[in-house]
C-alpha cells in the first residue's frame, strides 16, 4: 500500500511569492496534518483537518491556509513568503482525529526561499 | 511553549551499545509518543504510551513515563548502524485538543 505522498519534494521560490504544497493520505486515512520543520528543529504543528473541516489550528500567521478535498487529499498555501518560511513541510496522516492515533508521515517539501 | 525538550541533543555510541534519550514536558498530558526521522525523511511512529502506564516494551525499544516529573526516556538496547536518525519525542496535552507537540529531538549516531 502507498504512504502518504506530498508534492512537490523540492521547491524553490522567492520573498513574496505565494506556494502551494499536496498531500495524499494513505487509502483510509481521513484525519491529515501539516506541520513545520525548521532545519534542527522539532515539528511545528500548523494544522489538522478531518472530513474536510479543521480541526485544529497551530501558532501561525494566517498567510498559511490549508484545505481538505472530498478524496481526503490536502493542501497547504502559503502567501507572502518570507524567508524564515524556508523548512520542511511535513503531511502526517491517520483514520481518525483520535488522541492515540499515530501519526503516518510523508516524507516532506523542502521549501527554500531566496 | 508546551513543546519538549529531549536530552541529549546528541549521542554518539557504538554498536552493539544501549542508548539512552530522555524527553521533558510542561503540562499535563494525555499519552506521550516517540518517533524516528531518518534524514531527509518524514517521521516514523516508534510508540505509545499513556499518562497511566509507567513502562512498555517494543521489539529493542523500552520507553518510560513519569508524570510527577513530567518526563519519558527511550532506551534502545543493543543498537545498530540502522539506528542512526533523530529521535522526537510528541506530546498530546491534555488540554488542547487534537494538537502533538514535538520536542527539538535527539540525533542518535552508531557507529559500526
Known amino acids: 500500500d502507498a504512504g502518504v505522498t506530498q508534492s512537490p519534494t523540492h521547491l524553490i521560490k522567492t520573498r513574496g511569492q505565494h506556494v502551494t504544497l499536496r498531500c495524499s493520505p494513505i487509502?483510509?486515512?481521513?484525519?491529515v496534518s501539516w506541520y513545520q520543520q525548521v532545519l534542527g528543529q522539532g515539528p511545528q504543528f500548523i494544522f489538522q483537518y478531518y472530513e474536510k473541516e479543521e480541526r485544529g489550528r497551530g501558532n501561525f500567521p494566517d498567510r498559511f491556509s490549508a484545505r481538505q478535498f472530498p478524496n481526503y487529499s490536502s493542501e497547504l498555501n502559503v502567501n507572502a513568503l518570507l524567508l524564515g518560511d524556508s523548512a520542511l513541510y511535513l503531511c502526517a496522516s491517520s483514520l481518525w482525529t483520535g488522541v492515540e492515533q499515530p501519526q503516518h508521515f510523508g516524507d516532506g517539501t523542502r521549501l527554500s526561499i531566496l | 511553549s508546551q513543546q519538549g525538550e529531549e536530552d541529549p541533543q546528541a549521542l554518539s555510541i557504538q554498536e552493539g551499545e544501549n542508548a539512552t534519550m530522555n524527553c521533558s514536558y510542561k503540562t499535563s498530558i494525555n499519552n506521550l509518543q516517540w518517533y524516528r526521522q531518518n534524514s531527509g525523511r518524514g517521521l516514523v511512529h516508534l510508540i505509545l504510551i499513556r499518562s497511566n502506564e509507567r513502562e512498555k516494551h517494543s521489539g529493542r525499544l523500552r520507553v518510560t513515563l513519569d508524570t510527577s516529573k513530567k518526563s519519558s526516556s527511550l532506551l534502545i538496547t543493543a543498537s545498530r548502524a540502522a539506528d542512526t536518525a533523530s529521535y522526537f519525542c510528541a506530546t498530546h496535552p491534555s488540554n488542547t485538543g487534537n494538537q502533538f507537540y514535538f520536542g527539538t529531538g535527539t540525533s542518535l549516531t552508531v557507529i559500526p
Open positions: 487509502s483510509g486515512h481521513k484525519s
